[in-house]
């Protein structure tokens, strides 16, 4: 599967962004979905998962409340709406996809992705 993410850019503190990750070339229903994001001189590390149906997700921690994930299988694309974005949410955010045999599976290592998007840049200016 290809994965193409867009809708990075820069934003004031406090505002919003929705990235988007459109996938091409398999069943996209087939596969669980997330979003990493690695920041200058840090590990990439998991923001968000959801299950191939949509039906679960799971979040860092850091992101809960702030970050949504969502999917519609009809467009193959994977969204993440971001809220009340910090400047410690600057990062290049990427897009993964793994095939998932549980309908609820909703990988949060970066080891359990076979496929990767190129990355959109988010900057969060203070």
């Known amino acids: 599967v290809q994965l193409q993410a867009s809708g990075g850019g820069l934003v004031q503190t406090g505002g919003s962004l929705r990235l988007s990750c459109a996938a091409s070339?398999?069943?996209?229903?087939?596969?669980?979905m997330g979003w990493f994001r690695q920041a200058p001189a840090k590990e990439r590390e998991i923001v968000a998962a959801?299950?191939?149906?949509?039906?679960?997700?799971n979040y860092a921690d850091s992101m809960k409340g702030r970050f949504t994930i969502s999917r519609v299988n009809a467009k193959n694309t994977v969204y993440l709406e971001m809220n009340s974005l910090k400047p410690e949410d600057t990062a290049v955010y990427y897009c993964?996809?793994?095939?998932?045999?549980?309908?609820?599976?909703?990988?949060?290592?970066?080891?359990?992705?076979?496929?990767w998007g190129q990355g959109t840049l988010v900057t969060v200016s203070s």
């Open positions: 993964a996809a793994e095939p998932a045999t549980w309908n609820t599976a909703t990988p949060s290592d970066s080891h359990d992705y076979r496929y």
């Open positions: 959801i299950s191939r149906s949509g039906g679960s997700t």
């Open positions: 070339g398999r069943t996209f229903s087939n596969y669980a």
